[in-house]
């Protein structure tokens, strides 16, 4: 009967001190109450209340008190007690109390409460119950589970106040919020309260005291849910590798840590972890075998990290894949993981449809996969390796995307050296690039592994510069005693030969006729070469004589191979080619756009006809030089001494900069208008490649397989759109042109898209705003909802950004025409 009698005495005890400070104004009355209430708290020897009265109060009336206290804290007597009074006997309360109670009340008394003194009394209570530990404490309870049992409803609601306290706080303060509740030091602070917890658990199941990490693991698991977890790993992962180096302990309280994590936080912690830690050993330490025992772990880190997602650096592959191979038990994950990972690299549908960061994403986790196999596993997987080094090299070689056949042939050749089929090696002809180097190093280099907690560096990655650089110095001077002995000749003073010229034995062919025999019949690499170098200068120089030999000329460059390895060759040729086109410009184009759709050419000719053509059609569209103003007056003239005038010039130049005018005429004369010489000729550069392009011949299927002729000629085709600006043929060029296009929007090859989207924004570039309104009324809505699927859904960014550009120009021209009074409506 004795805990009735003693429940009964705390709460009529407690119930007299609510209503003497609800009902008395007299300040004496107020602290005789607080202090009595303070004293349920006082745990000291010289206490007046016992243990079990202390405990009633914390687990039943505690919470009522401090809700009491916050609802009247406008009252009289609280602004009559001083400072010191009110910090120990008012403030004190939040302060000793259990912690996850005063929390709760702290942050609905700060949500209740408007702007004012109030208000900054409590948030300066919340300040200090965080600067003095006692989130800290609040952990800790858990951890002993001595706090009173909750229901999950009340845990989940402390969870959300602990992880959202900043956001909380600052929706309320705004502008006058303290940095105490910033994210930047409210998370590492609550980071290093998980620690503190940790620490003295390890320390508690040394001494042989149960434990519980339940509430740890939630509040870690929701904070990391919510996106801070690169602040809060960033405090902790240092700290618990360096521990976990030494102490298994530490390791097991790990261990147990990340098994408690809720399912549904899993993945957010894990992923936070492994970008956080130094390097695949520490992420064993800390989170031991998690990959076998949890299915969330193990779909995380073997697949979800490595086949779908492709945000992390390579560092954190490198984590993945050396926690998995680190381990025996672990190391059969590994070998699924390739498995998964060389299906995937070598399936012809991902390398057409996923994005380019994906595949080198996915070609980078191959690479390390392989290179962390033992000679026995590889072995057992020679079979499967090599069908898919086979299927995903044909794959990524057929692709037109430049870097997709780089990836093709780096990991063709890492994997045929690794595997060693036959003492052979694989190796292909491609301009090395950070891409290509990236991947190569990753058959080789290992990153060594840095504990951030304490700065160090594996002895072997020290070497020993100083010596090395000491035996330099000590054999420089034997070399120059050497040099200084052997050299006799000082006084001679050599001969200047910078100048000198290498005499041809050849001499360069005058007339254009000579060039094209030359190109013909010599058999000589000489002449060939320097018929090449001077055809360019004499075509553009002699227009009668080229206007005879033109086409023939086009069509022997056309068919000429390089035989002699000469120099620059593609350049040259190329330059004569539109040097032919821009000068005898209707019967070269009508040539080569014939010749593109004829039998027996191969995709290079057809490309190099579209390159000509393009660079022909830009020259052609620019001012020519020749016909520039001469009178037109520059400052580009640079002072010289030996100039007479010059100081006379500088004279003036002063004079005229401190002459005050009222206002100036003319100063230069305006540059020279020129006709576009593009604009006549557009047509016989566009239509003639619009005529064919659906008739399949049998080595050339432009809608077939020939995607990158196809990409190219769409490019091409919106080049000239775009170079037709403010010329009569433009409507009808853009008519065409979004016409061809259009059933082509959805290509499967991403060159293709890129192209049609080039094409589009050239036709709303060029074309006139009326002509929009007027020829495209019906297409318009249908174009701008695709263009805004495309910058939202397709998975190249290159067409996304060009989908973005052809809105904004597609706006831009509308816009203009329909603020225009004099515009037409549509539907007339």
């Known amino acids: 009967m004795a805990f009735p009698i003693l429940t009964n005495d705390v709460r009529l005890e407690v119930s007299q001190c609510i209503r003497s400070l609800s009902s008395s104004s007299s300040k004496q009355d107020a602290i005789s109450a607080l202090q009595t209430i303070y004293s349920y708290l006082d745990e000291g020897p010289l206490s007046p209340t016992t243990s079990p009265q ?30 010191a009074q009110r910090s120990e006997l008012w403030d004190g309360l939040f302060l000793r109390g259990p912690p996850e109670q005063a929390l709760m009340v702290l942050m609905e008394g700060i949500g ?78 609550l980071a290093a309260a998980m620690l503190t917890a940790l620490e003295r658990t390890c320390k508690a199941l040394k001494d042989g005291t149960s434990c519980s990490l339940v509430f740890v693991s939630q509040t870690l698991g929701k904070l990391c849910a919510q996106g801070h977890s690169g602040l809060m790993l960033a405090v902790m992962c240092p700290r ?63 697949h979800k990290l490595l086949l779908l997602q492709y945000k992390y650096e390579t560092r954190t592959l490198r984590v993945l894949l050396g926690y998995l191979a680190a381990d ?90 690794r595997m060693n089929i036959n003492e052979t090696k694989l190796t292909f002809e491609y301009e090395p690039d950070e891409e290509t180097q990236e991947l190569l190093s990753l058959m080789t280099n290992d990153e060594p592994e840095v504990d951030s907690e304490d700065g160090i560096i594996p002895p072997q990655e020290i070497t020993a510069g100083p010596s090395t650089s000491q035996n330099i110095s000590e054999k420089a001077p034997l070399k120059n005693d050497a040099d200084s002995e052997l050299d006799s000749d000082d006084e001679l003073t050599p001969y200047d030969m910078s100048a000198d010229k290498e005499m041809n034995k050849v001499s360069p062919p005058c007339y254009l006729r000579d060039c094209l025999e030359n190109l013909i019949c010599s058999e000589e690499p000489e002449r060939v070469e320097l018929s090449l170098r001077v055809t360019e200068g004499l075509v553009r120089k002699n227009a009668f004589a080229t206007k005879e030999i033109s086409v023939q000329l086009t069509k022997v460059l056309l068919h000429m191979e390089d035989k002699y390895s000469i120099n620059g060759f593609l350049a040259l040729r190329q330059a004569i080619m539109v040097a032919l086109v821009v000068t005898d410009c209707i019967p070269v184009t009508e040539y080569l756009t014939t010749e593109f759709y004829s039998l027996n050419y191969s995709l290079r000719q057809r490309l190099d006809i579209l390159e000509v053509l393009a660079a ?77 392009y659906d008739k399949p011949q049998v080595t050339f299927d432009l809608l077939g ?79 701008r909802s695709w263009l805004a699927d495309v910058a939202e859904g397709d998975l190249d960014a290159d067409c996304r950004s060009l989908a973005v550009q052809s809105l904004v120009v597609m706006d831009k021209s509308l816009k203009k025409q329909l603020n225009n009074p004099q515009v037409l409506s549509i539907d007339s």
Request: aromatic share 8%; with cysteine; glycine share 4%.
């Open 54 to 83: 202390r405990t009633e109060f914390r687990k039943s009336h505690f919470t009522r008190t401090l809700q009491f206290l916050v609802h009247n804290i406008q009252a009289d007597w609280f602004h009559s007690l001083t400072a």
């Open 112 to 189: 209740g409460l408007r702007l004012g003194s109030n208000l900054d009394h409590l948030i300066s209570i919340m300040e200090r119950f965080l600067q003095s530990g006692r989130m800290t404490d609040l952990l800790w309870s858990y951890c002993l589970e001595t706090g009173p049992s909750d229901s999950p409803q009340l845990r989940e609601a402390l969870l959300a106040r602990i992880a959202a306290l900043p956001d909380l706080i600052a929706n309320k303060l705004h502008h006058k919020n303290k940095p105490a509740f910033l994210p930047q030091q409210y998370y590492p602070l």
């Open 240 to 302: 618990m590798s360096a521990l976990t180096r030494t102490d298994m302990v530490w390791q097991r309280v790990c261990w147990k840590l990340l098994e408690n994590v809720p399912q549904r936080w899993m993945e957010s912690v894990l992923t936070g972890l492994v970008q956080a830690v130094c390097g695949p050993d520490a992420l064993g330490r800390i989170i031991g075998n998690l990959v076998l025992t949890n299915k969330t772990a193990q779909f995380v880190i073997t």
């Open 328 to 417: 025996k038990d672990r190391r059969l994950l590994l070998i699924q993981v390739l498995r998964s990972v060389s299906q995937a690299w070598a399936n012809p549908s991902a390398v057409k449809h996923t994005p380019l960061e994906q595949q080198l994403y996915v070609s980078k986790t191959l690479l390390l996969c392989v290179r962390l196999l033992d000679d026995t596993e590889l072995q057992e997987l020679r079979s499967e390796l090599l069908q898919c080094m086979l299927g995903g090299m044909q794959s990524h070689l057929d692709s037109n995307v430049v870097r997709v056949r780089h990836m093709g042939m780096v990991v063709g050749e890492c994997l045929s050296s």
């Open 616 to 692: 022909a059609a830009q020259e052609l569209s620019k001012p020519t030089p020749g016909n520039t103003d001469p009178t037109v007056a520059t400052d580009l003239t640079p002072y010289s001494a030996n100039n007479t005038a010059a100081w006379q010039q500088v004279v003036e130049k002063r004079i005229q900069a401190k002459t005050k005018r009222i206002s100036k005429g003319i100063t230069k004369l305006p540059a020279k208008a020129t006709p576009n010489r593009y604009s006549p000729v557009a047509g016989y550069f566009f239509f003639p490649l619009l005529r064919n």
């Open 705 to 783: 397989n020939d995607h990158l002729v196809l990409g190219r000629l769409i490019h091409t085709l919106g080049l000239f759109m775009h170079l037709a600006v403010n010329t009569p043929i433009a409507a009808q060029m853009g008519h065409a042109l979004l016409d061809f296009v259009w059933t082509l929007r959805y290509h499967a090859d991403q060159v293709v898209r890129r192209g049609v989207l080039f094409a589009v924004c050239s036709v709303f570039l060029a074309m006139p705003s009326q002509n929009l309104l007027v020829d495209l009324a019906d297409q318009l809505f249908e174009t």
